[in-house]
């Protein structure tokens, strides 16, 4: 792991008996980056974030994340990262105050803290009116953009999301990337999984993987540049039918 490096991954093997979700993964996100880990439905994506959060071990290879080892140091690694899964952030039977208390204390954030942080946030995104609104009662765009908030709310180092954006309209998609872009400026890496290929142009550097392996890797333009494509969706492809 170098200097500027906050994720670093080599040989990282997951097999599920006999088949290899993840086959000799290797690369290293810099602090600050916002990395996207591109692939389609089914590439290995989602397993290999599972490892990176400490919720899963490899078959084998190295993996550190934020300097700490993720064989030994899973809590260390857990109190430095946040994490906004694809499926489930927030808890639909309680109300946005309820679902950002509740992440806050987790993360072990003080109350008066909690209660100025709280005030902070709803204003910025414009949902103070809904503080007592339950979860499943407000808009799909709010609860992506709630979820990526709590996920942030104890300013971690990195936080990992895992396809953030699905079902979610293209405006909503792009205030959910200003999000982004704001954590990236108060020196959170975001390291984040999808399936758009035209969410990768908003990223740093991006890798493709297919069928668990790593096929491409670099900056969007190098990209299309060295595919000879218009479009990262172009870049895609042309990877795919290879």
């Keep these: 792991m170098t200097d500027t490096s906050i994720i670093s991954v080599k040989n990282l093997t997951k097999m ?9 993964l290797t690369f ?3 602090k600050g980056e916002i990395f996207g880990f591109l692939g389609a439905n089914g590439a290995g994506k989602t397993t290999a974030l599972k490892i990176f959060c400490g919720l899963s071990f490899p078959t084998s290879g190295e993996v550190k994340i934020a300097g700490f080892d993720i064989y030994k140091e899973t809590e260390k690694i857990k109190k430095n990262i946040g994490y906004m899964s694809q499926k489930f952030s ?6 946005v105050k309820e679902n950002i208390r509740f992440y806050a204390k987790i993360y072990g954030i003080s109350k008066n803290e909690i209660k100025n942080k709280t005030e902070e946030l709803l204003e910025k995104l414009n949902f103070s009116h809904a503080l007592n609104e339950r979860i499943k009662d407000i ?11 709590t996920a942030v709310f104890h300013n971690p180092k990195i936080v990992f999301l895992d396809e953030p954006t699905g079902g979610v309209d293209p405006i909503t998609r792009r205030q959910f990337w200003d ?5 990236a400026e108060n020196d959170i890496t975001v390291f ?40 990262m969706d172009e870049v895609f492809l042309k990877i795919a039918r290879q």
């Design 16 to 24: 599920f008996g006999d088949f290899t979700a993840n086959d000799n």
């Design 28 to 30: 290293d996100v810099k």
């Design 90 to 95: 927030l808890y639909e039977d309680l109300t």
């Design 139 to 149: 808009p799909l765009g709010w609860k992506q953009k709630l979820a990526f908030s």
């Design 179 to 183: 999000l982004i872009y704001e954590a």
């Design 192 to 231: 984040v999984t999808t399936h758009y290929m035209d969410e990768a142009e908003y990223c740093d550097r991006v890798s493709i993987m297919d069928a668990g392996r790593i096929e491409a890797i670099g900056k969007p333009e190098e990209l299309m540049l060295q595919y000879n494509a218009d479009t």
